[in-house]
């Protein structure tokens, strides 16, 4: 079964740059999607077909995807960022998440 | 805006039948091009899709829980619901509902997400 693995942790300062990895198999030639959760609440979509953000999406949010790697990536990042972030795939008639990865704002 | 609610017990014994229903609002299930999917969220662990189905009755289910899985839709009531077979511990986890794009290699997202609600398997 296809397999997306994701760093457990990143951490950034304020006002700094994150990327999050999310690595599979020739992941560059399908489309990928991030979602942030922060504690308690629900996901949240913030990247679509690997680079698209939702309407209400912050532009400091970008994403891309090429090879085995998609990336988010977050500029500037603001305290308010810090959450976990999910990517996810679609292979084989299968919906695949990654293990997700907790940014920490230090 | 489109919402959506699950609802069900949050107990559940091990070797019994978990239920779940998830109510749309501000939108409609019938009529669309959506899917409709459930996914869970062990307590401290990553999300794991369930499976997600068409208001047709069309149906896609992860493959380790395809044996166990059910989702059905009542479009009369704008509801969607999961049951999950002879549950252990092993499925204690926060339950979501969400719409999903569909199952397209280039549409393939949740968005949104109802509140979730965990449900506890234990005697």
């Known amino acids: 079964s296809y397999e997306l693995t994701q760093p457990p942790s990143v951490s950034v300062s304020p006002g700094q740059t994150a990327s999050i990895t999310c690595s599979g198999d020739?992941?560059?030639?399908?489309?990928a999607c991030w979602y942030q959760q922060k504690a308690g609440q629900s996901p949240v979509l913030v990247i679509y077909?690997?680079?698209k953000r939702p309407s209400g999406i912050p532009e400091r949010f970008s994403g891309s995807n090429s090879g085995n790697t998609a990336t988010l990536t977050i500029s500037g990042t603001q305290a308010k960022d810090e959450a976990d972030y999910h990517c996810?795939?679609?292979?084989?008639?299968?919906?695949?998440f990654g293990g997700g990865t907790k940014l920490t704002v230090l | 805006q489109l919402q959506l609610q699950e609802s069900g017990p949050g107990l559940v014994k091990p070797s019994e039948t978990l239920s779940l229903t998830c109510t749309v609002s501000?939108?409609?299930?019938?009529?669309?091009?959506?899917?409709w999917g459930w996914i869970r969220q062990p307590p401290g662990k990553g999300l794991e899709w369930i499976g997600s189905?068409?208001?047709?009755?069309?149906?896609y289910y992860n493959p380790s829980l395809k044996s166990r899985v059910t989702i059905s839709v009542d479009t009369s009531k704008n509801q969607f619901s999961l049951k999950l077979s002879s549950v252990t511990a092993a499925d204690t986890a926060v339950y979501y509902c969400?719409?999903?794009?569909?199952?397209?290699?280039?549409?393939?997202?949740?968005?949104?997400w109802g509140q979730g609600t965990l449900v506890t398997v234990s005697s």
């Open positions: 189905m068409y208001y047709n009755g069309s149906t």
């Open positions: 969400a719409r999903h794009q569909g199952p397209y290699g280039d549409r393939n997202w949740f968005d949104p």
């Open positions: 996810q795939a679609w292979d084989s008639s299968t919906v695949v």
């Open positions: 020739k992941l560059g030639n399908k489309y």
């Open positions: 077909q690997d680079t």
């Open positions: 501000g939108g409609s299930i019938s009529g669309s091009s959506y899917y």
